[in-house]
T-cell receptor, first 112, second 113 residues
Framework: DGGITQSPKYLFRKEGQNVTLSCEQNLNHDAMYWYRQDPGQGLRLIYY???????QKGDIAEGYSVSREKKESFPLTVTSAQKNPTAFYLC???????????FGEGSWLTVV | AQSVTQLDSHVSVSEGTPVLLRCNYSSSYSPSLFWYVQHPNKGLQLLLKYTSAATLVKGINGFEAEFKKSETSFHLTKPSAHMSDAAEYFCVVSEWNNNDMRFGAGTRLTVKP
């Protein structure tokens, strides 16, 4: 089945640690996105990538980093510079010729 | 830049009664508009989308929405609520470049037995 796979579903981070959230898609989509969702709020864009080896900052990129070495993969690293990282993180993708964005199941990150 | 406002943070209905979730948008260009549904601890699932074709759009699970340019609205409706409709609903607007999709804050729908 085609889709977007995020892992892990739940992740705990200690203060000062970097953690990486995985996002893999087998939909052959060109564009991929990372969003952050806080309780009771909408989604905010962290980073997006339209093609391999290229990505742009979204509205809240500070404290995060990404890479796009393969079309299928768009991992997000939450660095120690992100002071309030506890949130639900959603990965999404879209075909360049289309305008519908598809989402993964999300990953919960909690700082302990 | 485009923006979207969901007018109700929480809507509560009884099972079998109509559902109305309200969304107003702002856009400088002809927008594409979407409604997504999110169940607890899950990703977002597309309900329906408007992309400058028919103004009345039918989606999955009996939902539909009407694009009204004069009112800059894209309200989501369903004739009869089901318990399984209880979830968070997001209205989304995007413009021509499609990389700048703006999400509303969400409306939580509660369905009472």
């Amino acid at each position: 089945d085609g889709g977007i796979t995020q892992s892990p579903k739940y992740l705990f981070r200690k203060e000062g640690q970097n953690v990486t959230l995985s996002c893999e898609q087998n939909l052959n989509h060109d564009a991929m996105y990372w969003y952050r969702q806080d309780p009771g709020q909408g989604l905010r864009l962290i980073y997006y990538s339209q093609i391999v080896n290229d990505f742009q900052k979204g509205d809240i990129a500070e404290g995060y980093s990404v890479s796009r070495e393969k079309k299928e993969s768009f991992p997000l690293t939450v660095t120690s510079a992100q002071k309030n990282p506890t949130a639900f993180y959603l990965c999404a993708s879209r075909q360049s010729s289309g305008n519908t964005i598809y989402f993964g199941e999300g990953s919960w990150l909690t700082v302990v | 830049a485009q923006s979207v406002t969901q007018l109700d943070s929480h809507v509560s209905v009884s099972e079998g009664t109509p559902v109305l979730l309200r969304c107003n948008y702002s856009s400088s260009y002809s927008p594409s508009l979407f409604w997504y549904v999110q169940h607890p601890n899950k990703g977002l699932q597309l309900l329906l989308k408007y992309t400058s074709a028919a103004t009345l759009v039918k989606g999955i699970n009996g939902f539909e929405a009407e694009f009204k340019k004069s009112e800059t609205s894209f309200h989501l409706t369903k004739p009869s609520a089901h318990m399984s409709d209880a979830a968070e609903y997001f209205c989304v607007v995007s413009e021509w470049n499609n990389n700048d999709m703006r999400f509303g804050a969400g409306t939580r729908l509660t369905v009472k037995p």
